[in-house]
Structure formats: structure tokens, C-alpha cells
């Protein structure tokens, strides 16, 4: 495996995918811009545009490019800039990576394509011919609870031998086996991306890279720190972060992400709006209770 030699620093950290904030059904590019602000100011490591927690499939692709101009002008080269351009179309997902591109990302995620359940000879090539389109370094996006995808280690092995600007996944799993498997046959500068909250601190202990987590809009600096004192060797601190954390972390999943976080984000006054696209649907009053409680115990209410 040849992979392509990157910074010591790059894709690596707390590199959070902002939500997708709404005002009257269109996307609201002010508040998105403060969203960046804000991020970069309280120590995130980086910004995730269009990841799941931005509801990427009730975009258009032009809203989608749009906010990668968005995302890119605000940071104008503070932070890291990773595009998350895949779509279930090779087609669509060709235009996003394109724009991506062009508009001066650093980096691009690329979800397995969701619904079809392809075979893994096609994942194979599709992969690589999304890698041969691109000098960007590009990562996998693995997230088989919601893209009924699940990618063989096999498959992500093959991929990385016959293309160098593969350097990495972003494991939205419970299987830990798979990253062991994948650092110990990749080696320990293949990027893994912590992909559920509640797996941090265990997948960097591990040797995963860094964190894209949804609970880091809420709070970018305190999702920062776990990486940083763990990815350091302070396991200590990692774990008390870890356990600090542990029910935001929960909350964050009390129903489909980005229902909580949207409404916590709202009442800690970080959104001004807790507005979602169809189907997807604001929280019931039954969460908003439910997340109250959970805020009040942080102290935070």
C-alpha cells in the first residue's frame, strides 16, 4: 500500500459535522456561517460540511454545494475543511466531490451509496473510481445502521492497495474488531474517524485519529479535549471526559440524530430556530422533557 503522505496534524482531532440550520424552509447561510464561527473559536479541530447530522439527503445538490462555499469563506483557512459528497447516485456523488474540489476543500467523505446494498466488487469500484477522479485525499464513510451498506475489511483493504489518496474511514460501528483490523493491516497513519459518541474514548485508545461527532456543535471544546488528552496518553482525563459526557452523548440519539441535538441546540441558544425538512420532524414535547432533564443534570439549564 502506497498511501499518499499527509501532514502530521491533518485529519486529525475533533472535526465536527455542523447541523443544517432552516428559516422558513430554506437554509439559513447566517446562522450556518456563526455555527463555523463558533466552532473554530472554542477549539474544535475542524468542520464536517454536509455529514449526517447536516440532514444531507433533504438537500438539493445546489443547496449541498452551497454550503460548502459557505463553510469554506467563513473559515478562510482557520480550520480544517473536510466535504462529506456522497450521495446514493455515482452521478451526484461525481458533482458534489467536483464541486468540493474546486471550491477548496481539504478532504472528502464519501458514505457507502444507502439503499441499493450494493455488492462489494461494486463498492470496490465505485470507490476507486471516485479516488481516480480527485487529487483530494478521500475517506469511507461506514455507517451500516443507516445505509444498510456494511463494508468487508477485505473491501476497504482492496481499495487501499489501488489508490493512494485513500487514507482513511470514518466508522460509524460498534464492530472494534474492524478498526484493530484496519490499523493493523494499514498501518498506524490510516485516518479512522470515531463515528458514534459513546465509542470515543475506547477508538482512540485504540489509535483511531480523531472524533466527527454530532455532540460537538453543542459543545467543540469539551469534544476537542477528549481527543487531545487521549490521543496525548492521558487516558486518566480521557476517561473522565468520557464518563462527563456519557449521557449528552446518549441524549444525542434519543431519537434520530439531528432531532435532540437540533432542540438542544436550540435551548442553549446556539440555533435560533429548531427547524427540520420533511420527513424528518422536530422533537415531541415528550423528548423536549426527556432533554431538559438531561441539560438540567449537566448544568446547563
Sequence with gaps: MTMIRLENNFLKGSITP???????????HDAYARL??????EGGHGILVNGTTAEPSTLSVKERNEIV??????????TQIVVASGS???AETIELSAHADKAGAEALLIVTPYYLKPPQRGLVSYYLDLAQRTDLPIMIYHIPGRAAVDMKKESIFEIAEKADNFVGIKHASLDLGFVSDCLLELGENFRI??????LSFPMLAMGACGLMNAVGNLFPGQVAELYEATASGDLEKGRKLHYDMLELNRAVFFDINPIPMKYMAKRLGILENNEHRLPMAPATPELEKRLDKVLAKAGLL
Design 18 to 28: 455542523i447541523m443544517t440550520p432552516f428559516r422558513d424552509g430554506k437554509v439559513d
Design 36 to 41: 463555523v464561527d463558533r466552532h473554530i473559536n
Design 193 to 198: 474517524f470515531v463515528g458514534l459518541e459513546e
Design 88 to 90: 446514493q447516485s455515482h
Design 69 to 78: 462555499d459557505t463553510a469554506i469563506s467563513v473559515a478562510k483557512g482557520r
